[in-house]
């Protein structure tokens, strides 16, 4: 099996997602369960179903934290070169065309998070990042066409 790399802050993430699914939100669901049941007949119950339902749902999101958090291998950045974009680092960019600026935090699949600028360096961009120093410049080809970036600098 593959090893799901993460970051410290992104192993925490999981650990009280789990914690969330196997405590509150499976009270929640044994509590509709119950309720359901106390209506009657369960062969034409539209809320036993939607119960039942979100019970598998959250014993599946169990399992798969389970299973991710088993292969978890942590990150640190012991060892790598602050220089360098890496496994967690936040690297700063300016985009060569609009002259904007835009700083990644660049992270495993399983902590992707592109609205909070949290990208995974299995991404095209995180990808091409990898490995870059400040003044380096990055020519990316991505669905939406070519982007052309600066690295300012690398934390």
Do not use: Q
């Amino acid at each position: 099996m593959d090893r799901v790399y993460l970051t410290p802050e992104g192993h925490d993430k999981l650990i009280k997602e789990l914690e969330t699914f196997k405590g509150p939100k499976r009270r929640e669901i044994a509590a509709a369960l119950a309720h359901a049941r106390s209506l009657g007949d369960l062969s034409e119950n539209a809320e036993y179903d939607a119960a039942k339902e979100a019970l598998a749902e959250n014993e599946r999101r169990i399992n798969e934290l389970t299973d991710k958090l088993s292969r978890a291998e942590l990150v640190h950045d012991t060892g790598v070169l602050r220089d360098t974009a890496h496994l967690g680092a936040k690297v700063r960019l300016r985009d060569l065309d609009s002259d904007c600026r835009i700083t990644y935090s660049l992270v495993g699949p399983e902590e992707s998070d592109p609205i909070n600028d949290k990208i995974s360096v299995v991404s095209p961009v995180g990808k091409a990042l990898l490995g870059k120093k400040a003044g380096d410049e990055v020519v990316i080809d991505v669905p939406a066409g070519t982007l052309r970036y600066k690295v300012e600098s690398v934390e």
